[in-house]
């Protein structure tokens, strides 16, 4: 299976934005371990892997920064071509809405 286009692409960026946000909430109960033991069981068991989603967040679905853009298009002006093609999947880095 895998994925093979745009929509694959942005569910994959929206599973780990769930996933950051979950590792970010987990923080906010941890009052709720001292009761509820297993909440913390089940937590700990897969925190490194979501630590490492978090992680391919950040990577994959970052922030935009102007000046980077910027940097970038000097880097590799060709970057100003392929901006006039966002429509082409094999391109587009997001969808339009």
């Known amino acids: 299976m895998g994925i093979s286009d745009m929509s694959g692409i942005v569910c994959l960026k929206n599973a780990f934005l769930a996933l950051a946000n979950m590792v970010?909430?987990?923080?906010?109960?941890?009052?709720?371990?001292?009761?509820?033991?297993t909440l913390s069981a089940v937590?700990?068991?897969?925190?490194?892997?979501?630590?490492?989603?978090?992680?391919?967040?950040?990577?994959?679905?970052?922030?935009?920064?102007?000046?980077?853009?910027e940097?970038?298009?000097?880097?590799?002006?060709e970057l100003r071509y392929l901006a006039t093609q966002m429509d082409d999947q094999k391109i587009m880095l997001f969808p339009k809405c």
Do not use: C, M
Not at 48 to 68: D, Q, T
Not at 71 to 77: H, L, R, S
């Open 71 to 77: 940097k970038a298009i000097e880097w590799k002006p």
């Open 24 to 37: 970010d909430f987990e923080r906010t109960v941890r009052g709720l371990y001292k009761e509820h033991k």
């Open 43 to 69: 937590f700990s068991e897969s925190q490194r892997n979501y630590e490492f989603a978090k992680y391919l967040r950040n990577k994959f679905a970052g922030h935009i920064h102007p000046e980077l853009i």
